[in-house]
């Protein structure tokens, strides 16, 4: 805990250091129906189709009865792909 002649300072100097979206670089969306959509939920939308897909290929595969804990093995998928789309997204990959 900061004391309390110290937290105005603290968040003025933490709003002057962070950056937002510069006027150049714009937000990281894009327009869907006339709406602007954030990256992150195109992407998180894909990592969970990405996720079912896999999941339907190990239960075919019948390889999904024998993952330790299969919840969180999906999760895992799932955060994954997304992450993997907005490298793509970004240009990071």
Do not use: K, N, Q
Request: charged letters at 5%; a positive charge; hydrophobic letters at 60%.
């Amino acid at each position: 805990m900061l004391p309390r002649a110290i937290r105005p300072a603290a968040a003025i100097a933490g709003a002057l250091t962070l950056a937002g979206c510069s006027a150049a670089g714009g937000p990281p969306s894009i327009p869907i129906f006339g709406s602007f959509f954030p990256a992150w939920i195109i992407c998180a939308v894909g990592g969970i189709v990405v996720a079912v897909i896999i999941r339907a290929l190990l239960i075919a595969l019948r390889i999904d009865e024998h993952l330790p804990a299969p919840p969180l093995v999906y999760l895992c998928l799932a955060i994954s792909g997304g992450i993997g789309f907005w490298m793509i997204w970004s240009g990071v990959a």
